[in-house]
Structure formats: structure tokens, C-alpha cells
């Protein structure tokens, strides 16, 4: 049986991008570039709605 | 239940877990994998919270942020070449007072960049240093010259009053 590993590749890239933002807001944060800080959080809460979706898209795929 | 296990012992799975009979219970499948992804991208997103609420915090308090002037020490019982610890601007800012010359003074915060731990002057070095992984500051700047941190010490803005020397505030960050 052949599979679709797509959505889980999709939300590994989301993670990976989660793990870069975390970074990122940390980063600046030390850094005391407090827009930097609210952009990545920011993109950081997106990509939770977005992993949802990209779940809802692909769990009944075969 | 009973009829596809009749004569059928041991059981088809002999594996200890036959008895749970809930949906999914006993496979991690892909779609539940899928959920446990997006589970943890909420995480992410939750704990990057704190850190966006304090720069909102900060962005919006931006102006009032003010520092009040501390002595550190007297000119004189700070000979050249030798550093002291005092704490500012917090009673628990570690801080690092240098005296590179006859009137070069340098202070700055010294929790290392890298994990937080005290970083000391080396006199022989004529370097700060970390001694948790062997990161190295350099005095005139605060800049890491080697090692793993990356960002420089936060410099204390320091000010001379008749043989005293008094830090007047934090240095914000460049660019
Ligand atoms: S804590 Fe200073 S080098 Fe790691």
C-alpha cells in the first residue's frame, strides 16, 4: 500500500520553522529589539492555525 | 468477542496488549501522528508567549525606563589593571567594574552571553572571561572575541565625580 507522507513532511516543516522562530524571538529579545520579538512571536502563533489546517487537510487522505 | 478466540490459544497477537480493544489505542498511526505535530506546534506558539508579552511590555514602557545612579567605588581603592564586582542596576545584576587605566574605567554586566554564568577578569589575559566554556570578552568593547557567546556584555554607562565612580545607567544595544 502506498502512502501520502505529505502532510506529515508539510507539518515537519512547520515545525522546523516553529524551532527557527523560538529562536529568533529569544534572540532578539536579548538583543533588545522588542519589534524583532513580536514579529516572530507573532509568526510563531500563525503557524499553529496553519499546522491545524494543513491537518485537516491531509488526515483523510489515504 | 468470544468466537474468534475459541481454540485460539495462545492468542493471533501474543503480544500482552490484546485486552485493549479502544480505537487507536494500540497504533500510533499517521494521522495521529499528524495531532501529535500540531500538538506540538501549539506549544511552540504558547511558550513564545511570555517573551512577546514582555517586549509589548517593554515597547509600550519604553520611555519611562529609567536608571538611578549608583556609586560603585572610590577611584582610589580601585588600583590599574584590577577589576571588582558590584551589582547593578538590580541588586541581583552582577556587574563587572574594570580599570584598564590610569583613567579608563569599564563596566558591564556580567552574566555571560552564553548560559549566564559570572564571567571574571583576567588580569594576566588582560581579557574577560567565562569560565563555564571558556568564553572570552574583550574589555574595551565587551564584544566575545572567542568561545561560544555571541553577543556582547551589556556595557554600563559610567561617570567620575570628584574620585568616585558612579554608574549612571545600561547601555541599550546598536542596531
Ligand atoms: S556560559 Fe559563558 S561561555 Fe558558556
Redesign the interface.
Known amino acids: 500500500m502506498k502512502r501520502s507522507y505529505r502532510g506529515v513532511l508539510l507539518l515537519s516543516f512547520v515545525l522546523f520553522l516553529n524551532i527557527v522562530c523560538t529562536q529568533q524571538t529569544v534572540n532578539a529579545y536579548y538583543y533588545e529589539k522588542y519589534e524583532t520579538v513580536l514579529l516572530f512571536c507573532v509568526l510563531n502563533l500563525i503557524l499553529f492555525p496553519l499546522a491545524f489546517w494543513i491537518y485537516k487537510r491531509e488526515r483523510d487522505v489515504k | 468477542m468470544d468466537q474468534g478466540q475459541k481454540g485460539n490459544i495462545p492468542f493471533d497477537e501474543d503480544n500482552y496488549t490484546h485486552n485493549i480493544h479502544k480505537d487507536n489505542e494500540r497504533s500510533l498511526d ?2 495521529s ?3 501529535l ?2 500538538g ?3 506549544v ?2 504558547v ?3 511570555p ?2 508579552a ?3 511590555k ?2 509600550a514602557g519604553f520611555s519611562n525606563k529609567k536608571y538611578t545612579a549608583a556609586k560603585i567605588t572610590d577611584v582610589s581603592d580601585l588600583k590599574v589593571g584590577e577589576a571588582m564586582e558590584f551589582a547593578y542596576p538590580g541588586k541581583h545584576d552582577s556587574a563587572l567594574l574594570i580599570r584598564l587605566g590610569e583613567d579608563e574605567f569599564k563596566a558591564y554586566q556580567n552574566a555571560c ?1 552564553h548560559l549566564k554564568c559570572p564571567v571574571f577578569w583576567s588580569k594576566e589575559q588582560g581579557e574577560m572571561v567565562c569560565p563555564c566554556h571558556h568564553g572570552v570578552f574583550d574589555p574595551k568593547t565587551g564584544a566575545p572575541t572567542a568561545g561560544p557567546p555571541r ?1 556582547p556584555l551589556p556595557e554600563i554607562i559610567l561617570e567620575r565625580e570628584q574620585g568616585v565612580i558612579l554608574a549612571t545607567g545600561v547601555k ?2 546598536e542596531t
Open positions: 499517521r494521522r501522528f499528524m495531532k505535530m500540531v506540538a506546534a501549539g511552540f506558539a511558550s513564545t508567549l517573551w512577546g514582555i517586549a509589548a517593554e515597547l552571553t553577543r541599550r544595544y
